[in-house]
């Protein structure tokens, strides 16, 4: 059975940084470009970070130079390191895996950026 596990959200002061981590079971994620996506209530789901396989990485314009994403391979995991929060920061923030066959996600982790 594949699952993703989110771990690392709560709650923020603006300019606070937090620490998320996706934990894949069940599967090896070594061949895989592996991403985060993010959702608030009433907007769609976006593609915050992607990493692929070789380690290359994409980021959305509103996250450029305050989201890092990384992997580590030999412990199944995909980290998202966020600095500089903002309170439009705000929504669930979800690990995706896609595979030849099939896309997996996470149960999503809460961030929540408030004063």
């Known amino acids: 059975q594949v699952q993703l596990a989110e771990s690392g959200g709560g709650l923020v002061q603006p300019g606070g940084s937090l620490g998320l981590s996706c934990v894949a079971s069940?599967?090896?994620?070594?061949?895989?470009?592996m991403a985060w996506y993010r959702q608030s209530p009433g907007k769609q789901r976006e593609l915050v970070a992607l990493i692929g396989n070789r380690g290359n990485t994409n980021y959305a314009d509103s996250v450029k130079g305050r989201f890092t994403v990384s992997r580590d391979n030999a412990k199944n995991t995909m980290y998202l390191q966020i600095n500089s929060l903002k309170p439009e920061d705000t929504a669930v923030y979800y690990c995706n895996l896609p595979t030849r066959d099939l896309e997996y996600w996470g149960q999503g982790t809460q961030v929540t950026v408030s004063s």
């Open positions: 069940g599967i090896s994620v070594r061949p895989y470009s």
